[in-house]
């Protein structure tokens, strides 16, 4: 049965955005942290959202999150906005920012997301496509000055190709141009410089993060913004009521007593990051691109997408990326164990 009713235009021409969570041995495609946090979270979580009260509304202004989270960060409460990811953050700074007759500029290849929100919050997107290493340069910078875009995205660590951008290169950005400049932060744990520093600088710079890749909280869908105040009361415009549930706030409270143990897991991720950038650099054909997030793009002889399949059939699953640079995979920083069979895998798989 189909519907009378008429969606927007072009909807129907954009498919669902879906990252494929197959049931695999070895899960190596959507950069999660491979460790949870220790049991006693689990615990301590249980017990508080046992003493919840989900009879009541939860606090729509999460104060007690936006508190934690000043206090880890060093960041005054008023610039702080919590929502269920970072896309949803993403997502509410284009819905104050970008919208109907406003315009955002991208640097490919980046986060898929950010040009997907773009559609969605009917934001133009502005396009350069960078090439390796994947650094903006000087003409860089003036292309977005001379285009003048509402909103520029800088995704440092960069998914997917995991170099950083520096932060003379964002400070230049932001004092050339309009623009609110939103700098993409999920995986600077891993490696590179924080732009949290420009803030205070810039106002027209804001930071987002999210509990999802070194706090191994994937699964609580818990993002952030850093930012002057005035941009987090214009987010509190967008936003809808009540929009964090109590279940989310508590967990990421009680996640951020565990900063420490998170933090631990980091320094072991970095080294098998590192191993990976290492063995694929020794397989001819193969290149590899250097990473400072917690995953490593490459480029395979041949087919990528055989090689994909091929690492599939043996229980290992990769991010195909042939659609944004050609024969390239992602693959995860995962346990030693889990690089070991990816790795031996891929050389099966190639020979």
């Known amino acids: ?11 129907r021409e954009v498919g669902p955005y879906d990252a494929p969570q197959l049931e695999v041995a070895v899960r190596l495609n959507a ?7 220790p049991a006693a979270f689990s615990d301590d979580l249980a017990t508080a959202v046992a003493e919840l009260p989900l009879h009541r509304y939860p606090d729509g202004r999460m104060q007690a999150l936006r508190e934690a989270l000043s206090t880890r960060v060093g960041h005054p409460v ?3 906005w919590p929502a269920n990811g970072s896309n949803e953050v993403l997502t509410e700074l284009l819905q104050a920012y970008g919208g109907p007759g406003r315009r955002a500029a991208v640097f490919e290849p980046t986060y898929l997301l950010h040009r997907r929100l773009c559609w969605l919050t009917q934001t133009e997107i502005l396009e350069r496509r ?19 875009p509402d909103v520029v995205f800088v995704c440092s660590p960069n998914n997917p190709t995991g170099n950083t951008q520096p932060m ?14 939103i700098v993409d932060e999920a995986y600077v744990d891993f490696g590179g410089e924080s732009a949290l520093g420009l803030v205070s600088r810039h106002p027209s ?48 409270l009680t996640a951020l007593r565990y900063a420490d143990e998170a933090a631990a897991s980091i320094a072991a991720i970095r080294d098998e990051r590192d191993r990976i ?21 490459f480029q395979t002889p041949g087919d990528a997408k055989a090689v994909w399949r091929g690492l599939l059939d043996r229980g290992v699953l990769v991010r195909d990326l042939t659609a944004v640079l050609p024969n390239a995979l992602r693959v995860t920083a995962g346990t030693a164990h889990e ?6 895998s891929l050389e099966e798989v190639l020979a």
């Open 277 to 297: 950038v290492q063995a694929l650099s020794g397989i001819d054909g193969v290149t590899v691109f250097p990473s400072q997030a917690n995953f490593v793009l």
């Open 339 to 344: 690089v070991d069979l990816f790795l031996k």
């Open 205 to 252: 710079v804001v930071v987002v993060r999210t509990f999802s890749k070194a706090f191994a909280l994937a699964g609580a869908r818990i993002g952030y913004v850093l930012a002057a105040p005035a941009v987090v009361e214009d987010l509190q415009r967008v936003r809808l009521p009540y929009h964090m549930s109590a279940l989310t706030q508590i967990a990421g």
């Open 130 to 148: 960078l090439q390796a290493p994947f650094r903006i340069g000087p003409a860089d910078l003036a292309w977005a000055v001379d285009e003048g």
């Open 1 to 11: 049965m189909t519907t009378s009713a008429v969606p927007r235009p072009g909807l």
């Open 168 to 181: 003379e290169t964002i400070a230049e950005l932001a004092g050339s141009t309009r623009a609110l400049v």
């Open 31 to 37: 950069n999660e942290c491979p460790v949870p946090l």
């Open 78 to 80: 008023e610039g702080i």
